[in-house]
């Protein structure tokens, strides 16, 4: 039990349907993180928020649209998903800072995705 | 950030020391070297970090050569419960929040 949690666990939608995943951490972090790991591929990073702010972007499609209300919580709403965005998504949440410099992450257990 | 190279599985004996290395040969003076692990279907789990010293935690020891261009892994007792694969990363952590770039890492099987 990292202190991360991610709901739900398993998700099955469709190609023209709006879902969302979350992700909260009671761990006082100040950065959280969204990750995608398809099939046989190491994971890749998605977006990076800090404080609130994101500060990564990295070259996601517009389908994929990140919130984040407040320290504590991430959201990653879906919307006309492709069955290639079948994956395991996860989040992960830092102290960023509050130990050094150092940005160990703590991932929650993920939420399997299916695009039917 | 610098990339790494591990070794792309390993056996070890339940009980046994796992000494797990990972090359880092362009590692620069601001860049740490991080550990993770997955066991299978879950999230990555951090296992320990360092800059230059070694270091040592609950779960693991880290060795970092004193040219930084190499590092183990060191777990004492390994269990089937370690079997898992296990990431070496080296991220510069001053002007990216923290951002890991995941590789391959190295599958562990611990045996009986």
């Known amino acids: 039990e990292t202190g991360v949690t991610q709901t739900p666990r398993h998700l099955v939608m469709g190609m023209t349907n709006k879902k969302s995943l979350k992700c909260e951490q009671h761990l006082g972090h100040n950065a959280m993180y969204w990750y995608k790991q398809s099939a046989k591929k190491p994971l890749e990073l998605m977006f990076v928020y800090n404080f609130k702010e994101q500060t990564e972007n990295n070259s996601v499609p517009s389908r994929f649209s990140p919130e984040c209300p407040n320290s504590s919580h991430l959201f990653l709403h879906l919307h006309t998903l492709q069955p290639e965005d079948s994956a395991l998504y996860l989040c992960?949440?830092?102290?960023?800072?509050?130990?050094?410099?150092?940005?160990?992450?703590?991932f929650g257990p993920g939420t399997r995705l299916t695009v039917t | 950030d610098a990339k790494t190279t591990q070794p792309p599985s390993m056996d070890c004996a339940e009980g046994r020391a796992a000494n797990l290395p990972c090359n880092h040969s362009?590692?620069?003076?601001?860049?740490?070297v991080y550990w993770y692990r997955q066991i299978h279907s879950q999230g990555p789990q951090y296992i320990i970090h360092?800059?230059?010293n070694n270091e040592t935690n609950e779960m693991a020891s880290l060795i970092i050569t004193e040219d930084r261009k190499s590092s183990t892994l060191i777990l004492p007792h390994a269990t089937l419960r370690d079997t898992a694969v296990y990431y070496c990363i080296v991220s510069r952590t001053t002007d990216s929040w923290g951002k890991l770039q995941f590789g391959a890492g190295t599958q562990v099987v611990v045996t009986p």
């Open positions: 360092g800059l230059k």
């Open positions: 362009t590692i620069s003076g601001n860049e740490y």
């Open positions: 992960a949440s830092s102290p960023k800072g509050q130990a050094g410099n150092s940005y160990e992450q703590y």
